[in-house]
DNA sequence: CGAGCGATTGAAAAGACTCAACCACCGTGG
DNA sequence: CCACGGTGGTTGAGTCTTTTCAATCGCTCG
């Protein structure tokens, strides 16, 4: 199933938790008893962690690499919902819903994953009550952004939405945005053909360039006001 | 500001806790404790709770009556992101997020809403633990609502998901939908008109009726089909 | 009774998608 | 080493969906 290769040696000592978005708070001891409760593995570039419809089984945390997260509709077509990134974690809403996953995770890039068993995790959230006002925050903040996403989709153009997207690529890829069109596309929630064009104009227009399959962003703000946020 | 009315008459006792999302399972003491920290108004329809922008003061709890939470675009529309209910909570996201309110929430009819004030609110998610792990669920759950919401926006047609809308609607009016052509409009995301053109095609092939400014649904099934979920 | 808002309808324009063809690059196998 | 096939990127043309604009209607409320 996963093209996977556990690693042994790996461990939360010397993983950059204060970067973590939900670990960050914790003391040593509490990021030691975290390190034993943990398996690692590496896997390659579009890789997929967990699917959805499947039943969850852990949380698992980027410790590098590049992760999507998306929703398949009825005709396969799939509808990016978030880039996630070294030092954030994947899986917690679903987890936390008593649910099987809604979205599936995969790889854009070769990634070292680690897994906490589903138990583990509960049962440490029940250990380190700051743990769970992480949580809180976290959620709070990912709906936040889905409400943001919403209103974009509804009253914007495709062209508006990429300009948007393409900002937080750049800041995700830091200034230097390799994501095939087909991805964007799925992530914008348009065609593909589509993203090209606007993509060629945003050149044409020196807003961005091109080189192979590597975007550059040359005005920043020129497509915050295009984003117009 | 708010056009409201005190009432003093409203304890948490004779409210239905047990339907209530967040509270149900609060036994006597903590319900009569939630109690003596609340007040309670009464709220003519189109009164705004809160407003997007301005700092987050209180939680909000509906006693009856219908809430719709909003977001507003830059040219002044609306999308309506979510219609709540008796048992609900407002302003949970907002909250824990630390900062100002992102959404508007907005009285749909007449309602009486209990506010208890953020610190207390705070104290009291301390104070109980089951709390936090409802608050988790909660917003878990309603990731998982939007995170569907932007998959069927980019992915189906007005049409479609108007449908959708109309059985979530059907639910929440308790099979007599009530609501302005403009509302459900912002809440599907399209233009009032293309919603008025749909929803007489709908009666036109028997899927709703429509009296006055009510819309009943006749084949809640031929409707789950075209909204294809 | 008149103003005004919400609902409705028609026609035209804009935006986005689909389909089809073609290109460019890359890795493979002969 | 080169021909081949495949994948991802690009472009053009036509079509469909959705929006916009404008006009009309009907009802309610002062």
Redesign the pocket.
Known sequence: MIDHLEIKNTTCLNCNIQENELFRTLNYAQINHLNNTKTCVVLKKKNIIFNEGSAVTSAYCIRTGKIKLYSTGIDGKKQIIQILKKGNVIGLTDLLKQNNHELTAETLEDSIICRIDKTSFLKLLNSMPVLKDNVASLLSNEISILTKEITNITQR???QRLAYIILILNDIYENKITM???DIADYV??????I??E??SFKKENLIQ?E??IILVKSQNKLKIIASY
Do not use: C, D, K, P
């Open positions: 153009s495709v062209r095939s069109r087909q929630g348009a065609s593909t053909e589509n090209i064009r993509l060629s091109i192979r399959n």
